[in-house]
T-cell receptor, first 114, second 114 residues
Framework: EDKVVQSPLSLVVHEGDTVTLNCSYE??????LLWYKQEKKAPTFLFML????IEKKSGRLSSILDKKELFSILNITATQTGDSAIYLC??????????????FGQGTILTVHP | DTEVTQTPKHLVMGMTNKKSLKCEQH?????MYWYKQKAKKPPELMFV???????INESVPSRFSPECPNSSLLNLHLHALQPEDSALYLC?????????????FGPGTRLTVT
């Protein structure tokens, strides 16, 4: 059975702290691993990772994938209150010849206090 | 245009009502998805359409009936729902590809069944 597990499930920090969110997975026909940020509504895309060891960066956020150990981390440095959200890890695997299926982890609820 | 739109934003319906949720994208994506998300839980896949054909039905009860009238539109027809069906319903779309693809999510319809 395809499985994506995130840890921690929740995290409370103060502004300026650095956080690391973890995502491990077991899926068949892996295509990519995606990180999304979800506030009140739809998940918004952060990163798509397909290759091991290549760090992706966007401002204070960065992420890396390890396809041998089957996990990914999302780092956020110098956290701000606007980073408070649910961070979802999803693994895309082949659903058919022309589409993928996403299996989501449970999410990490990040709360950043001023 | 990287937008997926959904209407309505909010919907309150009784258990005997019939209503429809609508989703639209103009990115030329040929894979479209319906997800259900309960509070503090990750999205759960319901249906996948690929090239306007239903490709995946994740054992969803028949009171949910999807329809893909053309490559830009996806509907979800609702009939005789139960209170436990109250949730955020998310639509997503992606390119049809045998390789990694990125799913773009709409803002969701928050459904309350009374």
């Amino acid at each position: 059975e395809d499985k994506v597990v995130q840890s921690p499930l929740s995290l409370v920090v103060h502004e300026g702290d650095t956080v690391t969110l973890n995502c491990s997975y077991e899926v068949t026909n892996f295509r990519s691993l995606l990180w999304y940020k979800q506030e009140k509504k739809a998940p918004t895309f952060l990163f798509m990772l397909t290759s091991s060891g290549i760090e992706k960066k966007s401002g204070r956020l960065s992420s890396i994938l390890d396809k041998k150990e089957l996990f990914s981390i999302l780092n956020i440095t110098a956290t701000q209150t606007g980073d408070s959200a649910i961070y979802l890890c999803a693994v895309e695997h082949a659903g058919g010849t022309s589409y993928g299926k996403l299996t989501f982890g449970q999410g990490t609820i990040l709360t950043v206090h001023p | 245009d990287t937008e997926v739109t959904q209407t309505p934003k909010h919907l309150v319906m009784g258990m005997t009502n019939k209503k429809s949720l609508k989703c639209e994208q103009h990115m030329g994506h040929r894979a479209m998805y319906w997800y259900k998300q309960k509070a503090k839980k990750p999205p759960e896949l319901m249906f996948v359409y690929s090239y306007e054909k239903l490709s995946i039905n994740e054992s969803v009860p028949s009171r949910f009936s999807p329809e893909c009238p053309n490559s830009s539109l996806l509907n979800l027809h609702l009939h005789a729902l139960q209170p436990e069906d109250s949730a955020l319903y998310l639509c997503a779309s992606s390119q049809a590809s045998s390789g990694p693809t990125l799913e773009y999510f709409g803002p969701g319809t928050r459904l309350t069944v009374t």
